[in-house]
């Protein structure tokens, strides 16, 4: 007697549940969301340059050594607003030609910065990872609460304080509620060079 063809049947729930486990299932690196301070005092100019033209350089260096294939960038600035330059992106080209030859200018609202971090779609990766960079004292509301709820959703956040005028308790405190560090640089010259270190180190959270 012939067998029959064996009928498979398909279960909705069940594909549904293991095209829900492929999108949950972290295949990148590195999601790493760079929020900087866009307030006026970051044009003002030390030793020949300011700490935006700076800034600009760290993140083009960052940048170029990043692998695509491995991790998402994402930039957001603060200023008087905050505002998303470049979502998670794999164009890594895009982000470092971003920042434009200024800052915004204004005030320094990192707690809307934050806020916005918080509101953004991140992708599934490894190490979720937030770097905030500022030269001044937050403005418009207290950030600690709010890195505080990053910090809860699996974000680690990193901050660095640039210059003299620095609000450095605040960043401290974001850095400690966010299981990240807190970098001083006290000349902008350096601030490549603390970018790369921290990634280096979060590339150490990836073995």
């Known amino acids: 007697m012939a067998k029959l063809p064996t009928q498979v049947v398909r279960s909705p729930l069940l594909e549904r549940l293991q095209q829900q486990s492929l999108q949950a299932t972290p295949i990148l690196g590195e999601a790493l969301l760079l929020l900087l301070d866009g307030s006026t005092s970051m044009a003002t100019a030390s030793g020949g340059t300011t700490a935006w033209q700076e800034l600009r350089r760290a993140v083009q260096v960052l940048v170029s050594a990043s692998d695509p294939a491995l991790c998402r960038i994402g930039l957001v600035t603060f200023a008087s607003t905050a505002d998303l330059l470049v979502p998670f992106t794999e164009d890594l080209f895009r982000v470092s030609m971003a920042l434009v030859d200024s800052p915004p200018g204004g005030a320094t609202k990192m707690k809307d910065g934050l806020i916005l971090a ?55 405190s974001i850095a400690m509620v966010g299981g990240g560090r807190y970098t001083h640089c006290s000349e902008i010259q350096y601030l ?15 073995r």
Do not use: H, N, Y
């Open 118 to 172: 918080q509101d953004l779609s991140w992708p599934a990766a490894k190490v979720r990872r937030l770097v905030l960079l500022s030269d001044g004292m937050a403005t418009s509301g207290d950030p600690v609460p709010t890195a505080q709820i990053l910090g809860k959703l699996g974000i680690v956040l990193d901050t660095v304080g640039c210059g003299g005028g620095v609000d450095e308790e605040t960043l401290k």
């Open 192 to 206: 490549t060079t603390t970018f790369l270190a921290l990634e280096t180190r979060a590339r150490g959270l990836l």
